[in-house]
């Protein structure tokens, strides 16, 4: 049991369409409206006007339409940045520009014991004869791209996750080339093969004649893979299905239940030209999500064998996971809670400056915060106090919208060419976009510690806290945000990369992190009486949670797609690739502890959940993880997380964890928080 604030169990829709424009709706509030937008225009921009206008790092080369917000942090954003664009994986195929048109392949999954990759294959290619391409539309799931002759737009590409479809659609009446001869088995409808893989393609307004697709103003043609075995009425019913060409995917979440059965769901709309139906691709973790028929076929991917379905809607749930404060000391002894009061005492004093870049810095206030926590509940006014005072003066001044006018760190800027706000130490990346998310999760958890019973702290950092939960959970189409910039609604979780530069598409490592920033959103939500973004980060904290147990702790690996893998979890999961590795080390612990960083208070409900596999999953992953002992790179969180097997497992933690030395303990972390959380767990 943990004690916390419950948020998002309500009756609750928000839709979302193409994201990426600009605009305002209307609220002369300051809050968001009666329709649910998150950061409107007529709040977000006096803030951003506030701040320092400037790039911290070098501005990229874009490929993008005038009035689009750039869209970093997408599994499509390879497309957009970069000198040229990278393959991406709208799941389940591969998609890659070329320099007349484009190239897509259905990935072919081979394992290994420490990776299960499935690379971009560019076996289907359509020459349009373009010079140039730019992305002109996308939402969360879809994404368009312009391909230009010089300024003349020949032609659209739209791709999806979710679906099996390439959709090029002609401005103008043209002729096309296939890179592989069609033979025809039907008007406007065709078949070629090209290595282990067969192909439909489905021509409307035009024409097929071997390589050449001849097209009117306006025609189209769609691509889509035959998966194996299907018949001749399967292949007809899948062209028929596919003949419509994809236009975009619309977002809509809303939460129903209470307590235990809370469920937060997630609808994606996907829309064609001619409306009706069209073929979807439910992700594992989904479930049976598509609200349509079945084809009897299906894929094989890295993720496992995945159904190719008929229909317009993908809906699915994921229990409602709670953003918490605190950890449940009540079972604690008396003895336990004087080994706590002095421990905290112990680590209050020696606490240490905090760093100046956003990551470490973010950390910083983080742990002092769950030190407040603890202080708090064990009645420790002085400690307390000490805490408070010194919270309230960072936050103050990380806070303090001018505060890069006149100092070098600690502070933020926002930059008008990439759109977002940027500390200026930067740290992993950030300075790029990397990893938001997990930078501002942390100031957000601990303002939201801190000013969750005092209003006028909440107000005085909202300038500028709002805009750190802005550049991650904006939901308004404001123009200075992307939506929603780094989560994607149909895997459930977040991309870290801001211009994803890979060949294996975008990624993220630290599952653990991505739910902790969707936690500390939901948690400065209920400190400022933001109703609209207390349903969102409720939204994107449920769905975090359960993909992080879904394709990071607890995934399934049983599949003949992953014979050969050889541990426990999935530490680093891209477009077109499982890993088991870090980017940092190569360490067991951390490759387990990325997965666990911080232990959040908010963590115990979805780790202990029964998607999380119980005992016997979490003493596999110790057990790997821990085979150099724990004092190892993030070995105090791999230690902590095996108190949760049970009170024989938290005690000899415990004990574990009084030998563990100063360096063991992460900087984000201390001695008397993992002793809590290990308490804690064995009460339980």
């Known amino acids: 049991m943990v004690a916390g604030v419950a948020l998002g169990t309500a009756g609750v829709l928000v839709l979302a369409g193409c994201t990426g424009g600009s605009g305002t709706d209307g609220d002369t509030t300051g809050r968001p409206d009666a329709r649910g937008d998150v950061f409107p225009a007529s709040q977000v921009d006096p803030l951003v006007a506030a701040l320092p206008q400037e790039s911290v790092g070098d501005v990229p080369t874009m490929r993008l339409a005038d009035g689009l917000v750039p869209p970093t942090n997408t599994w499509f954003s390879g497309l957009v940045f970069g000198d040229q664009p990278t393959p991406v994986f709208p799941f389940p195929i591969s998609f890659q520009l070329t320099e007349t048109g484009f190239a897509t392949g259905l990935p072919v999954p081979v394992a290994s014991e420490k990776a299960i990759v499935s690379p971009a294959l560019p076996d289907v290619t359509l020459d349009v004869g373009a010079s140039a391409t730019e992305v002109s539309a996308y939402d969360e799931v879809s994404v368009t791209i312009a391909h230009l002759d010089g300024d003349t737009v020949l032609g659209h590409t739209t791709v999806a996750e979710g679906s099996p479809l390439v959709s090029y659609t002609a401005a103008s009446a043209q002729t096309d080339t296939l890179g592989t001869a069609v033979t025809a088995v039907g008007e406007g409808r065709g078949t070629f093969t090209v290595g282990d893989t067969t192909w439909g393609v489905a021509v409307t307004g035009g024409s097929l004649d071997g390589t050449a697709v001849r097209l009117d103003e306006g025609g189209s043609v769609?691509?889509?893979?035959?998966?194996?075995?299907?018949?001749?009425?399967?292949?007809?019913?899948?062209?028929?299905?596919?003949?419509?060409?994809?236009?975009?995917?619309?977002?809509?979440?809303?939460?129903?239940?209470?307590?235990?059965?809370?469920?937060?769901?997630?609808?994606?709309?996907?829309?064609?030209?001619?409306?009706?139906?069209?073929?979807?691709?439910?992700?594992?973790?989904?479930?049976?999500?598509?609200?349509?028929?079945?084809?009897?076929?299906?894929?094989?991917?890295?993720?496992?064998?995945?159904?190719?379905?008929?229909?317009?809607?993908?809906?699915?749930?994921?229990?409602?996971?709670?953003?918490?404060?605190?950890?449940?000391?009540?079972?604690?002894?008396?003895?336990?809670?004087?080994?706590?009061?002095?421990?905290?005492?112990?680590?209050?004093?020696?606490?240490?400056?905090?760093?100046?870049?956003?990551?470490?810095?973010?950390?910083?206030?983080?742990?002092?915060?769950?030190?407040?926590?603890?202080?708090?509940?064990?009645?420790?006014?002085?400690?307390?106090?000490?805490?408070?005072?010194?919270l309230v003066d960072r936050l103050d001044t990380w806070t303090d919208p001018s505060g890069c006018e006149t100092r070098e760190q600690e502070c933020f800027v926002y930059d008008p060419a990439v759109k977002g706000v940027v500390g200026k130490v930067a740290s992993f990346g950030s300075d790029e976009f990397n990893d938001h998310y997990f930078h501002y999760g942390y100031f957000l958890y601990a303002a939201g510690v801190v000013a969750a019973d005092d209003p006028e702290l909440a107000?005085?950092?909202?300038?500028?806290?709002?805009?750190?939960?802005?550049?991650?959970?904006?939901?308004?189409?404001?123009?200075?945000?992307?939506?929603?910039?780094?989560?994607?609604?149909?895997?459930?979780?977040?991309?870290?990369?801001?211009?994803?530069?890979?060949?294996?598409?975008?990624?993220?490592?630290?599952?653990?992190?991505?739910?902790?920033?969707?936690?500390?959103l939901s948690l400065w939500a209920a400190a400022t009486g933001d109703d609209a973004l207390g349903d969102e980060a409720s939204w994107m904290l449920s769905a975090e949670a359960s993909s992080?147990?879904?394709?990071?702790?607890?995934?399934?690996?049983?599949?003949?797609?992953?014979?050969?893998y050889d541990h426990e979890i999935v530490s680093l999961t891209w477009g077109g690739k499982r890993d088991y590795g870090t980017w940092f080390s190569a360490e067991p612990s951390a490759i387990?502890?990325?997965?666990?960083?911080?232990?959040?208070?908010?963590?115990?409900?979805?780790?202990?959940?029964?998607?999380?596999?119980?005992?016997?999953?979490?003493?596999?992953?110790?057990?790997?993880?821990?085979?150099?002992?724990?004092?190892?790179?993030?070995?105090?969180?791999?230690?902590?997380?095996?108190?949760?097997?049970?009170?024989?497992?938290?005690?000899?933690?415990?004990?574990?964890?009084?030998?563990?030395?100063?360096?063991?303990?992460?900087?984000?972390?201390?001695?008397?928080?993992?002793?809590?959380?290990?308490?804690?767990?064995?009460?339980?």
């Open 222 to 390: 769609v691509l889509v893979p035959l998966p194996d075995g299907a018949t001749d009425a399967q292949v007809g019913t899948v062209l028929d299905a596919a003949a419509s060409p994809l236009g975009s995917v619309t977002t809509a979440h809303r939460a129903s239940g209470s307590g235990s059965s809370a469920v937060s769901t997630t609808e994606l709309g996907y829309e064609t030209a001619a409306g009706g139906d069209t073929l979807l691709v439910s992700a594992p973790h989904m479930g049976d999500a598509a609200t349509g028929d079945g084809t009897g076929l299906s894929y094989d991917t890295i993720y496992g064998t995945v159904p190719l379905s008929i229909g317009s809607t993908l809906s699915f749930d994921a229990p409602v996971t709670t953003a918490s404060t605190e950890l449940d000391l009540s079972g604690l002894s008396d003895d336990q809670r004087r080994q706590l009061e002095d421990q905290v005492e112990a680590d209050v004093a020696a606490t240490e400056d905090p760093a100046a870049d956003t990551y470490f810095g973010g950390k910083a206030l983080y742990r002092s915060a769950m030190l407040l926590q603890l202080a708090r509940q064990l009645g420790d006014d002085a400690s307390a106090d000490t805490l408070r005072t010194s």
């Open 459 to 520: 107000e005085r950092w909202s300038p500028v806290m709002d805009l750190l939960a802005a550049d991650i959970a904006s939901g308004a189409d404001n123009g200075s945000f992307p939506d929603r910039r780094a989560f994607d609604p149909y895997w459930s979780h977040s991309w870290a990369s801001g211009y994803s530069p890979f060949a294996d598409g975008n990624n993220q490592e630290s599952s653990s992190e991505a739910v902790t920033a969707y936690a500390g």
């Open 548 to 564: 992080a147990l879904a394709y990071w702790l607890n995934p399934d690996l049983t599949g003949p797609t992953s014979t050969g």
């Open 592 to 684: 387990a502890g990325i997965q666990l960083i911080p232990l959040s208070p908010s963590s115990v409900s979805y780790l202990t959940s029964s998607a999380a596999g119980g005992a016997e999953q979490i003493a596999a992953v110790v057990a790997e993880a821990s085979a150099s002992g724990f004092d190892t790179p993030l070995g105090d969180y791999v230690l902590m997380y095996s108190a949760l097997q049970g009170p024989d497992q938290a005690a000899a933690a415990l004990t574990a964890l009084a030998d563990l030395p100063e360096t063991g303990i992460d900087d984000g972390n201390s001695r008397a928080y993992a002793m809590a959380y290990v308490m804690s767990a064995g009460a339980r």
